[in-house]
T-cell receptor
């Protein structure tokens, strides 16, 4: 069965510092991995995805994620955090047979000035 | 390009009442999804449509939930009768197709409170 784990309920970062939001996954076959962000009272907004190719994926708003097959991880990163990055972040996975998208429980990112 | 539209944005009902949610996907998107997001959790797929056909409804509580996409565009999700545990945000999403690489685009959601 497919699953996603986001081990941190909350991540606190000072503005200007690098940020990492962790995600590990379990899937049969090759994984397709996604990061979404959710602002208060808004729907989920697509940030980036890994399908195949380079392990480092670049996405919207300066975010990037690194796919690590041996560690089954897909951590979200940003070199310099902004206060406006404060939101709820979801990692999601599906297998390459087109199975349903499975979401993690979310990580609340708080960036303080 | 217009995004996924949903209405209403908020709904408060008593338990055992009925409620319906509406979704209009992005133009040209053949695949439509309904998710339930309970507070503190990630979204959980309820039902997936490809055009007007159901692809996956394995997690839809069919004794009380129903959904349709009659003309392959707009969709409605209905709950009848509602229970307290149905309190959640109901998200609609759409994608170009069912291919695994297709990202899903989400609407703003409908926040349902069942009293």
């Amino acid at each position: 069965a497919q699953s996603v784990a986001q081990p941190e309920d909350q991540v606190n970062v000072a503005e200007g510092n690098p940020l990492t939001v962790k995600c590990t996954y379990s899937v049969s076959g090759n994984p397709y991995l996604f990061w979404y962000v959710q602002y208060p009272n808004r729907g989920l907004q697509f940030l980036l995805k890994y399908i195949t190719g380079d392990n480092l994926v670049k996405g919207s708003y300066g975010f990037e994620a690194e796919f690590n097959k041996s560690q089954t991880s897909f951590h979200l990163k940003k070199p310099s955090a902004l206060v406006s990055d404060s939101a709820l972040y979801f990692c999601a996975v599906k297998n390459n047979q087109g199975g349903k998208l499975i979401f993690g429980q979310g990580t609340e990112l708080s960036v303080k000035p | 390009e217009a995004g996924v539209a949903q209405s209403p944005r908020y709904k408060i009902i008593e338990k055992r009442q009925s409620v319906a949610f509406w979704c209009n996907p992005i133009s040209g998107h053949a695949t439509l999804y309904w998710y339930q997001q309970i507070l503190g959790q990630g979204p959980k797929l309820l039902i997936q449509f490809q055009n007007n056909g159901v692809v996956d409804d394995s997690q839809l509580p069919k004794d009380r939930f129903s959904a349709e996409r009659l003309k392959g565009v707009d969709s409605t999700l209905k709950i009848q009768p509602a229970k307290l545990e149905d309190s959640a945000v109901y998200l609609c999403a759409s994608s170009l197709g069912t291919g695994a690489h297709n990202e899903q685009f989400f609407g703003p959601g409908t926040r349902l409170t069942v009293l």
